[in-house]
């Protein structure tokens, strides 16, 4: 069982940056593959980013490539979110989950879910 914590959302201008967390309970963080999700008023949950075990490998949605940086540190048990040049668009609910096994998982592939931190990008 891993519990997962985000933290660092909140209200920033277009253009700002932020950096989200997500802290992980457990001894076993390295063996999971950890990805980014967000749900905006009224759509789907949609993928963000995601990394594997080693955060060696790294995946993102189209629509964040190049402004979004996903990483991890193993030793801290977290996994990272850096979102430079923020858009009106990025507003939603990010949420951090895991994935049990070393790979990245498909959209539908993941075991644990945080409860969300909120991001707004105000124009």
């Known amino acids: 069982q891993v519990q997962l914590v985000e933290s660092g959302g909140g209200l920033v201008q277009a253009g700002g940056s932020l950096r989200l967390s997500c802290a992980a309970s457990?001894?076993?963080?390295?063996?999971?593959?950890m990805g980014w999700f967000r749900q905006a008023p009224g759509k789907e949950r949609e993928f963000v980013a995601a990394?594997?075990?080693?955060?060696?490998?790294?995946a993102y949605a189209d629509s964040v490539k190049g402004r979004f940086s996903i990483s991890r540190d193993n030793a801290a048990n977290t996994v990272y979110l850096r979102m430079n040049s923020l858009k009106p668009e990025d507003t939603a609910v990010y949420y951090c989950a895991a994935h049990k096994g070393l790979n990245i998982a498909p959209t539908w592939g993941y075991d644990y879910w945080g409860q969300g931190t909120q991001v707004t990008v105000s124009s």
């Open positions: 457990g001894r076993t963080f390295s063996s999971y593959a």
């Open positions: 990394v594997n075990w080693s955060g060696g490998v790294t």
